[in-house]
């Protein structure tokens, strides 16, 4: 079985301020990690995957496998950064399961 | 530019109708997804699919069904809708590797009362 933990429902800083989200997963093999943002009243889509192990708007997210954590980081958080955020993963099954997501708000 | 569509934005529905939601997608991909949007819960996938014909349950598929019967179009069955089903549904397809990314619908915001 999968299962995707993200134990924040709510977060709130300020713009320039640095943001974490957080994300745990389990997995009996080697998953595929993914984050997926969606903006108000637009539809879901992909920001990073950890294949790719690139920066995304300023995103970066480091796969550790003895934690089994996927954290999306920024150093300096903007207003535009405001949406909710969705760590999922993809087994070797295809099947692709999603956290409860979390609901960042950027204040000026 | 990869599409996503569903039949619907928005339905209502009576207790007890049978309903049908509709997704097609045009990028050719093997694999497709129904998921539920409810908030504080996030996604929940209730069925996909990784094939023509071919379904897998997902982690809610109690009251749903699927069919796939060509490679771009994917049906969500509510068999005999109830009020516990409203909710924003999601459909979603992506290519036949895990590590590929998903591409999503637009959603059907489904009111059954």
């Known amino acids: 079985a999968q299962r995707v933990t993200q134990p924040e429902k709510l977060l709130s800083v300020f713009k320039g301020a640095p943001v974490e989200l957080k994300c745990n997963y389990s997995y009996s093999g080697s998953p595929e990690l993914f984050w997926y943002i969606q903006y108000s009243r637009q539809r879901l889509q992909l920001l990073l995957r950890h294949i790719s192990r690139e920066s995304i708007k300023g995103f970066t997210a480091d796969l550790n496998k003895g934690e089994t954590s996927f954290h999306l980081k920024k150093p300096f958080a903007q207003e535009e950064d405001s949406a909710m955020y969705y760590c999922?993963?993809?087994?070797?099954?295809?099947?692709?399961?999603f956290g409860a997501g979390t609901t960042v708000t950027v204040r000026a | 530019d990869v599409k996503v569509t569903q039949s619907s934005r928005y339905l209502v529905k009576r207790t007890g109708e049978k309903v049908f939601l509709e997704c097609v997608q045009d990028m050719d991909h093997e694999n497709m997804f129904w998921y539920r949007q409810d908030p504080g819960l996030g996604l929940r996938l209730i069925y996909f699919?990784?094939?023509?014909?071919?379904?897998e349950k997902g982690d809610i598929p109690e009251g749903y069904s699927v069919s796939r019967e060509k490679k771009e179009r994917f049906s969500l069955i509510l068999e005999s809708a109830s009020t516990n089903q409203t909710s924003m549904y999601l459909c979603a397809s992506s290519s036949g590797h895990p590590n590929t990314e998903a591409f999503f619908g637009q959603g059907t915001r489904l009111t059954v009362v």
């Open positions: 699919s990784y094939d023509v014909k071919m379904k």
């Open positions: 999922a993963l993809s087994g070797n099954d295809y099947k692709l399961s």
